[in-house]
């Protein structure tokens, strides 16, 4: 701290209509959007920042973190200055700007900061070409509610100015405390520049029995594992948990030095583009396989010569094997939480353990009550994510080390895992077909009109016969959730037709970019009968998609041949 006092500035500027959070206090629009229009970042900080009481706001810690994509160091820089400027007293940063979203959660739960800001886009391309966000966490580690997002968005269609502090410069290389005099302001503000690492992984070593994994990953019959980071976050997170502390091969993680355009790929691990570990898996050289997008959120599991776990099953198995980890021998388990689109695979697990299911939206925050409460120790979502209690998000690290203690305990690969498993409860064939880029003008009248077809009441009841399949309609509805914790209601979460052999189709209209929308498609299909586990997924579900095609007239109304992605 040399020279005179940063000085305060205050900035008029003016509001933007597009700044309403999608859910969980995130913005996320095309990267030239941020980088090109005038305050548009700053006006979003800026309400972020003044949706905290200020009260609170004056003095508290706050966590900051970026998946390392394109823009993300500018942006950086500016929450800083902005931060500095509003009354914050202490940031912590990952050295280099990065931080995966569950070490955000983590780091805000164990210093019981007032909130975090992560610069991510989730599962979309980087690169100036690609996307940016802005994601606020609260004070428990997970997203922010509904009621802060729309503080949030009310505050940003109203904005006049924004405070910061543009001569404040901090070097993100450089660990350790670096601490700024600011004008008119009592108390130094403080920049705190930590290891990405050190904090998450001191928590996973009292969750897990990490000897029981290095000897899997070490031991004379030593598991082979390839571990895909995708050019995002998780590359450091891979090489320091895995390789450096459990002993894993150098060469079992690719692709780990994060990269601005994530190499030019898409850093989502599905099926679709996780194609780099899905070739290495195929030839059997492996006998387990993972992939994570760029904020370490979400994951994928596969097995020798590329066995594919679905998120689903993957949700269930980890329920049903939840003893092979000392944390939940140690906590119990008291609830499981699943999105409303998740299959119902996870149902039949807690029906055999008696403990209860909470059906939510789409959203990692909705869990965030539940688990405060203590109604649920693990939860998950179709969209390759899963966690538990020991954080406010979900963690993919945490779902691979779930996966490798399994493996550990039982001594069985992952298809007979599977397999096991669908022998004891069942299969849920199930698929999601996305139809993204679309009008939003065109989804909501597709929306509406479904809506209005599948709850009249001469709907249920009807049949529908495709081939040798007839399915008869048992119940519709537009999905509502009422919060068991605050009895606040959700409404219109997506429309549900389940069939009278609970079998299910579900639409749900999603607009996280907020500049195109995308109709997601679920079909979900039940198979007790252990002879029939060996289909693919499309050809059982082809009648249900064939209903859901002719009632929705999807392809008509939008002009597609087909959905974008499947997974």
């Known amino acids: ?92 940063i990952g050295q280099n700007g990065i931080l995966s979203t569950p070490a955000v959660s983590c780091i805000i739960r164990k210093i019981k900061a007032a909130g975090g800001i992560i610069l991510t886009a989730s599962h979309c391309p980087g690169g100036p070409g690609g996307e940016f966000g802005v994601k606020f966490n609260v004070a428990n580690g997970g997203p922010a509610p509904d009621v802060v997002s729309d503080k949030i968005y009310q505050i940003s269609k109203t904005i006049e100015e924004y405070a910061i502090c543009p001569d404040l410069r901090i070097d993100l290389s450089r660990l350790g405390r670096q601490e700024f005099d600011l004008e008119n302001k009592f108390k130094p503000f403080r920049v705190e520049i930590v290891d990405p690492v050190d904090i998450y992984l001191n928590l996973l070593r009292t969750i897990f029995d990490f000897n029981a994994i290095k000897s899997l990953l070490t031991g004379p019959n030593q598991l082979k594992i390839r571990i895909d980071a995708m050019h995002g976050v998780m590359g450091p997170y891979v090489r320091k948990v895995l390789c450096d502390e459990l002993g894993a091969p150098a060469n079992s993680a690719i692709n780990c030095v994060p990269l601005e355009d994530f190499g030019g790929q898409h850093p989502d691990p599905n099926l679709t583009y996780a194609t780099t570990l899905l070739e290495a898996m195929k030839g059997g050289e492996y006998g387990f396989g993972a992939a994570f997008d760029a904020d370490g959120d979400r994951y994928m599991i596969l097995g020798q010569n590329g066995f594919f776990v679905s998120p689903s099953d993957s949700l269930a198995i980890i329920a049903a094997n939840l003893s ?46 539940l688990m405060d409460s203590g109604r649920c120790s693990l939860c998950g979502e179709e969209s390759f994510g899963t966690g538990s209690d020991h954080l406010r998000e979900k963690d993919g690290l945490w ?65 529908f016969a495709v081939g040798s399949h007839i399915y008869s309609v048992a119940k519709t509805d537009s999905f509502e959730y009422v919060d068991p914790v605050d009895g606040t209601v959700t409404k219109k979460q997506g429309l549900r037709i389940i069939f009278s052999d609970a079998s299910r189709l579900i639409f749900r209209l999603s607009s996280s970019s907020g500049v195109r929308a995308t109709i997601r498609l679920y079909a979900e299909s039940y198979e007790r009968d252990p002879s029939g586990h060996d289909q693919e997924p499309q050809a059982v579900l082809s009648p249900l998609i064939a209903i859901a095609l002719k009632i929705s007239q999807i392809h008509e109304r939008t002009g597609r041949r087909g959905p974008t992605v499947i997974t």
């Not at 149902?347 to 353990?353: E, Y």
């Open 1 to 92: 701290m040399e020279g005179s006092p940063i000085p305060v500035l205050t900035v008029p500027t003016a509001p933007y209509e597009d700044q309403r959070p999608a859910g969980g206090g995130g913005l996320r629009r095309p990267t030239g959007l941020f980088e090109g229009q005038r305050n548009y970042l700053p006006n979003f900080i800026q309400s972020v920042l003044s949706s905290i009481d200020l009260r609170d706001r004056q003095g508290c810690t706050m966590v900051v973190g970026s998946d390392g994509r394109y823009f993300g160091r500018t942006a950086t820089e500016v929450v800083v200055q902005m931060a500095a400027a509003n009354g914050i007293g202490r940031l912590i």
């Open 399 to 463: 779902a691979v080390l779930v996966w490798l203690s399994i493996i550990a305990a039982r001594k069985q690969n992952v298809e007979d895992i599977v397999r096991d498993h669908w022998a004891k409860y069942g299969r849920h064939y199930y698929c999601r077909f996305d139809y993204e880029g679309l009008e939003p003008k065109a989804t909501y009248y597709i929306m509406r009109d479904l809506e209005a077809l599948i709850t009249d009441k001469s709907f249920i009841g009807q049949q």
């Open 324 to 369: 092979c980890i000392p944390y939940f021998r140690q906590m119990g388990v008291r609830g499981f939480g699943r999105s409303m689109p998740t299959s119902t695979a996870l149902d039949k697990v807690a029906k055999s353990m008696k403990v209860p299911v909470y059906e939510t939206p789409a959203g990692w925050r909705f869990f965030s009550n």
